[in-house]
């Protein structure tokens, strides 16, 4: 098969969601509990070789982005490769311009990402095929192949095919001394890992000392939240990497115009290097005022990050409204549409620190960083990549990141192919990862993660999100053996729409929650004394509902006023109160169970002794719950003479346990 005729066979999309949130990583200003996302994308040919391209996301809204990536494929599917790239621009053009699917943006938001996503892996598989990394296949192209992949629609007022095609010619000649440069030193990140908005000021402080001493000189870190607990992270992060080492502080657009001034001034004592979307990210002139406000203190305005198309860079360019162009791999209509902004940059004379903070943007921006040094700018002067060092544990060729510089790319493509192992755990909603973890499991977690390294503001995080994901689900686990199941009956009739509090809410989930427990296994039908026992001794499991008929506003009556007592706090107390609930049932059940294996013991050996009928009489009541009961409600004709008679029933035997328990 030749690269002429091969043919694109299938577009697979994919969300793959990673809970980050549970740690505060990734966590600023605005997202203030982001799961690391992506909708990810594969492209299969006839040859074998495939395209793996993503977007990133959130957590939440990531079924959108599959979804608009699902309804633009038929553009992709049937094409060949060389119909695409002989002229890519025009593929592109038609893509993000779909007659249709082009009310939804046009170029910005959902199908914008998606455009991305299936561009990336276009670009990926593009160098697979040519067997070179990206930054490779970008460099080695002449310049007039690669603005053939540059759509110049809308932005030619400031910049022509022309004059990209001199920019790129001017550097040609130094190329070869360039990469040579590249391959032995790399090119300069800083770190964002130390600042996250949802970190204590001692993890800061910890994460400061390990990045200073893994070499690193530039930092950034989250601000926005609340002035004075900036003021003292930033302190303790100064403490630590000194006054010659760079920072920035990033508010994620947190702020209006006149309050990111303000806000800025009052921590302009820290010596920032920029301050990174102060406001909103489509508003231009907002931080053009900015800029021009806090260029007297010497801090500089970054952006980009969600700057949704070529159209909108060119005008922060010509507004001066931006000194630090942070592109983003995944946000813009991938590559193609990147290529632009790194050419306009050039020709503005501003410098590009592309953004990474996001689920492969590492991997990806770095081959377009080296790209430029080689081919456009020529210069890493005050340019910097940013390094968040999560999930490249995920990717077949994580980016290398060493003495705080990334390392060229060696490995064919764009760097975004996913282990395999990374979809079985992570794609959502079927990865084991959102396989619910039991009660106790959770409880391990929380003692291994947070209480363990006595971190508490863990715990809350873990338990709220554990109890969202589980309390809609028919069933909940609370150990191997027990689990709070919805009552079939219960559908549409226990649980009120218009539940008026979470008492309410709790009350009827009572009243339509039973406990199911696992009889053990010496008891089964297959287990040693199963075989032995009559057939109503031996469920395979046993039932306890958590509230019975008539006892109504247990929870408003009871436990409210002790809740409120304790200052209740919902998301660590529902959660514990369930496992209280499951615990204090547990202790039944056992009872329940023991007066099973004794009673079954006591079977076996009346069948095997018949005519010593007076020690059950005698033994029985030793047993206190048992004895007290049943024997005492219910004469004991079943246990002489199994096959008639009343016999016991194991939801009532382990519910009165549970009764006499209490
Ligand atoms: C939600 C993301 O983690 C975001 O905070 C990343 C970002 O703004 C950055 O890395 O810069």
């Known amino acids: 098969m030749t690269t002429e005729n091969l043919k694109i066979l299938s577009l697979e999309v994919k969300d793959v969601r990673f809970p980050t949130s549970l740690n505060g990583h990734g966590s600023d200003a605005m997202?203030?509990?982001?799961?690391?996302?992506?909708?990810?994308?594969?492209?299969?040919?006839?040859?074998?070789?495939?395209?793996?391209?993503?977007?990133?996301?959130?957590?939440?809204?990531?079924?959108?982005?599959?979804?608009?990536?699902?309804?633009?494929?038929?553009?992709?599917?049937?094409?060949?490769?060389?119909?695409?790239?002989?002229?890519?621009?025009?593929?592109?053009?038609?893509?993000?311009?779909?007659?249709?699917?082009?009310?939804?943006?046009?170029e910005k938001g959902v199908t914008h990402l998606a455009t991305a996503a299936i561009i990336n892996a276009l670009w990926d598989l593009w160098a697979k095929l040519l067997n070179k990394p990206l930054w490779r296949l970008l460099v080695d192209m002449d310049p007039?192949?690669?603005?053939?992949?540059?759509?110049?629609?809308?932005?030619?007022?400031?910049?022509?095919?022309?004059?990209?095609?001199?920019?790129?010619?001017?550097?040609?000649?130094?190329?070869?001394?360039?990469?040579?440069?590249?391959?032995?030193?790399?090119?300069?990140?800083?770190?964002?890992?130390?600042?996250?908005?949802?970190?204590?000021?001692?993890?800061?402080?910890?994460?400061?000392?390990?990045?200073?001493?893994?070499?690193?000189?530039?930092?950034?870190?989250?601000?926005?939240?609340?002035?004075?607990?900036?003021?003292?992270?930033?302190?303790?992060?100064?403490?630590?990497?000194?006054?010659?080492?760079?920072?920035?502080?990033?508010?994620?657009?947190?702020?209006?115009?006149?309050?990111?001034?303000?806000?800025?001034?009052?921590?302009?004592?820290?010596?920032l290097h920029w301050v990174e979307e102060p406001t909103s990210p489509d508003d231009i002139l907002g931080h053009a005022t900015i800029a021009k406000a806090l260029k007297p203190l010497g801090i500089g305005v970054a952006t980009g990050e969600m700057c949704c198309n070529r159209v909108m860079f060119k005008q922060f360019l010509q507004a001066e409204a931006l000194q630090y162009c942070q592109i983003d791999s995944a946000r813009i209509g991938g590559v193609n549409e990147l290529l632009s902004v790194y050419l306009m940059a050039h020709k503005f004379g501003v410098k590009?620190?592309?953004?990474?903070?996001?689920?492969?943007?590492?991997?990806?921006?770095?081959?377009?960083?080296?790209?430029?040094?080689?081919?456009?700018?020529?210069?890493?002067?005050?340019?910097?990549?940013?390094?968040?060092?999560?999930?490249?544990?995920?990717?077949?060729?994580?980016?290398?990141?060493?003495?705080?510089?990334?390392?060229?790319?060696?490995?064919?493509?764009?760097s975004t192919t996913f282990l395999p192992d990374t979809f079985t755990k992570y794609e959502y909603p079927n990865g084991v990862t959102y396989a619910h973890p039991s009660a106790v499991e959770l409880f391990q977690d929380v003692y291994h993660t947070c209480l363990k390294e006595f971190s508490l503001g863990c715990v809350k995080p873990k338990s709220l999100h554990w109890l969202n994901t589980v309390i809609k689900e028919p069933v909940i686990k609370i150990s191997n053996d027990l689990e709070i199941v919805k009552t079939a009956d219960s559908e549409g009739v226990q649980e009120r729409s218009n539940a008026k509090d979470v008492f309410d809410a709790f009350e009827d989930f009572i009243?339509?929650?039973?406990?199911?427990?696992?009889?053990?296994?010496?008891?089964?039908?297959?287990?040693?004394?199963?075989?032995?026992?009559?057939?109503?001794?031996?469920?395979?499991?046993?039932?306890?509902?958590?509230?019975?008929?008539?006892r109504s506003r247990t929870v408003k009556k009871i436990i409210v006023p002790f809740l409120l007592g304790l200052k209740f706090k919902t998301a660590v107390i529902v959660p514990l109160a369930l496992a209280l609930i499951a615990l204090k049932t547990w202790k039944a059940l056992t009872l329940g169970l023991l007066s099973l294996v004794l009673t079954g013991a006591?079977?076996?050996?009346?069948?095997?002794?018949?005519?010593?009928?007076?020690?059950?009489?005698?033994?029985?009541?030793?047993?206190?719950?048992?004895?007290?009961?049943?024997?005492?409600?219910?004469?004991?004709?079943?246990?002489?003479?199994?096959?008639?008679?009343?016999?016991?029933?194991?939801?009532?035997?382990?519910?009165?346990g549970y009764v006499g328990s209490n």
């Open 144 to 271: 007039e192949q690669l603005v053939s992949t540059i759509d110049f629609r809308y932005i030619s007022d400031v910049l022509t095919k022309e004059e990209a095609i001199e920019i790129l010619r001017s550097s040609e000649s130094k190329k070869d001394e360039r990469t040579t440069k590249l391959l032995k030193k790399g090119y300069p990140a800083y770190t964002t890992q130390v600042g996250w908005l949802g970190y204590s000021t001692e993890l800061i402080t910890d994460l400061c000392q390990k990045y200073l001493d893994m070499g690193f000189t530039s930092f950034k870190v989250k601000v926005g939240g609340d002035l004075q607990d900036d003021i003292k992270r930033l302190t303790a992060v100064r403490n630590i990497i000194g006054w010659e080492n760079k920072l920035m502080v990033d508010a994620n657009q947190v702020w209006d115009v006149q309050e990111a001034i303000e806000w800025i001034k009052n921590l302009s004592e820290f010596k």
């Open 511 to 550: 009243q339509s929650h039973r406990l199911v427990a696992k009889v053990p296994e010496i008891l089964r039908l297959d287990g040693p004394l199963g075989s032995l026992l009559p057939r109503s001794f031996r469920p395979e499991e046993l039932t306890v509902p958590l509230a019975t008929t008539g």
């Open 352 to 414: 590009v620190c592309p953004h990474a903070g996001g689920i492969g943007l590492c991997e990806m921006v770095q081959h377009l960083q080296m790209w430029d040094y080689i081919s456009v700018s020529g210069t890493m002067r005050d340019r910097i990549i940013e390094y968040v060092d999560q999930q490249h544990e995920h990717f077949v060729d994580p980016c290398v990141v060493e003495n705080a510089c990334y390392q060229a790319p060696k490995a064919a493509g764009y």
């Open 31 to 106: 997202h203030t509990d982001p799961d690391y996302s992506c909708a990810y994308v594969i492209l299969k040919t006839a040859k074998g070789t495939e395209g793996h391209g993503l977007t990133f996301t959130c957590g939440r809204g990531t079924e959108i982005v599959v979804k608009a990536i699902k309804s633009l494929s038929y553009m992709v599917v049937g094409q060949t490769v060389v119909e695409i790239f002989k002229d890519f621009a025009t593929f592109w053009r038609n893509l993000t311009s779909e007659t249709q699917i082009r009310w939804l943006g046009p």
């Open 602 to 656: 006591l079977l076996i050996f009346k069948l095997s002794h018949s005519k010593v009928t007076t020690y059950e009489v005698l033994h029985y009541p030793h047993h206190h719950h048992v004895d007290h009961h049943h024997v005492e409600h219910h004469p004991p004709t079943g246990w002489e003479h199994p096959g008639y008679g009343r016999q016991l029933d194991a939801q009532e035997l382990a519910y009165n």
